[in-house]
């Protein structure tokens, strides 16, 4: 206990930033101009410590079993919050992404147990509008999601079920996607998909975050690929895990499921 109060008071006094990698660089880009790097410091949430405690809690509830769906071998497997929580550091980012962009959708897929989406709330709340779109399929790990969200805010709308089967009925009518967080099965199989449904429902200039770009080489291989995609005015890794892109006027993807042949 005396060391999480000793870390939370050297956090907030000295915040770490995050370091931004650039791939594609446009200085004319929204990207571009707010975050030329090559590190973003960063305005800790008000809401940060109260997201903590809240983790802190949520991690000591144990060990949760994992979704069986999409076809994966998870069955009989579990994890605690900790194992897959977005890290203070980059939460902050979020609520501060939130603020200075001003989205009026923010869409997150996994919510997993909800501390992300409680980030990216507390920016939303901040600027006293706009609203997350937030889906996760797994019944148990949604069920302390939407109890850790409520206690952020009521700026969001809570989907148990995967964001491909849902998305098109949650989207408000004549809105579009401001900002998605992709982070649910950390494949390309799924990832490109995803990434083409959102691409397909936002306006130029939107940003789309992609987590754990480093999961396995195919998933470094496949965000490279991305990066490099014309329909991306910029791109670039913010820290070690997070990939970050702003969608420009092109729309013909170029990345497939599968994975391109490589010689020898």
């Given at each position: 206990?005396?060391?999480?109060l000793m870390?939370?008071a050297?956090?907030l006094?000295?915040?770490?930033p995050v370091?931004?990698r650039?791939l594609?660089r446009?200085?004319?880009?929204?990207?571009?101009?707010h975050?030329?790097?090559?590190?973003?410091?960063?305005?800790?949430?008000?809401?940060?410590?109260k997201?903590?405690?809240l983790?802190?809690?949520?991690?000591?509830?144990g060990?949760?079993?994992?979704?069986t769906?999409?076809?994966?071998?998870?069955?009989?497997q579990s994890?605690?919050?900790?194992d897959?929580r977005?890290?203070r550091?980059m939460g902050?980012?979020?609520?501060?992404?939130?603020?200075r962009?001003?989205?009026?959708v923010?869409?997150?897929?996994?919510?997993?147990?909800?501390?992300?989406?409680?980030?990216?709330?507390a920016?939303?709340?901040?600027?006293?509008?706009g609203?997350?779109?937030?889906?996760?399929p797994?019944?148990v790990?949604?069920?302390?999601?939407?109890?850790?969200?409520?206690?952020i805010?009521?700026?969001?709308?809570?989907?148990q079920?995967?964001?491909?089967?849902?998305?098109d009925?949650c989207?408000?009518?004549?809105?579009?996607?401001?900002?998605?967080f992709?982070?649910?099965?950390?494949?390309?199989?799924?990832v490109?998909?995803q990434?083409?449904l959102v691409?397909?429902?936002?306006?130029?200039?939107?940003l789309?975050?992609?987590?754990?770009?480093e999961?396995?080489?195919d998933?470094?291989?496949?965000?490279?690929?991305?990066?490099?995609e014309?329909?991306f005015?910029?791109?670039?890794?913010?820290?070690?895990?997070?990939?970050?892109?702003?969608?420009?006027e092109?729309?013909?993807?170029r990345?497939?499921?599968?994975?391109?042949?490589?010689?020898?």
């Open positions: 206990m005396l060391k999480r870390d939370t050297a956090y006094l000295f915040p770490r370091h931004i650039w594609k446009n200085p004319s880009s929204w990207l571009g101009r975050y030329p790097g090559p590190l973003i410091k960063l305005d800790v949430s008000p809401l940060s410590e997201i903590e405690e983790a802190v809690a949520t991690h000591e509830l060990a949760q079993p994992l979704w769906g999409y076809g994966g071998k998870t069955a009989g994890r605690r919050s900790n897959v977005t890290s550091v902050n980012f979020y609520a501060s992404l939130a603020v962009r001003k989205p009026k923010v869409v997150e897929f996994g919510t997993a147990f909800g501390i992300s989406g409680m980030y990216w709330l920016g939303i709340e901040a600027n006293q509008e609203v997350l779109l937030t889906f996760e797994n019944e790990w949604a069920q302390i999601a939407q109890g850790n969200l409520s206690q805010s009521s700026r969001f709308t809570f989907t079920g995967t964001f491909e089967d849902n998305i009925a989207l408000p009518r004549g809105s579009s996607i401001d900002i998605a992709i982070d649910a099965i950390h494949t390309r199989e799924f490109v998909p990434l083409n691409a397909e429902r936002s306006a130029p200039g939107s789309i975050l992609i987590d754990d770009i999961y396995t080489s998933m470094k291989r496949c965000w490279e690929e991305i990066a490099a014309n329909r005015a910029a791109a670039a890794t913010l820290g070690s895990r997070v990939g970050i892109l702003e969608l420009g092109a729309r013909t993807p990345v497939t499921v599968s994975e391109p042949a490589r010689a020898g």
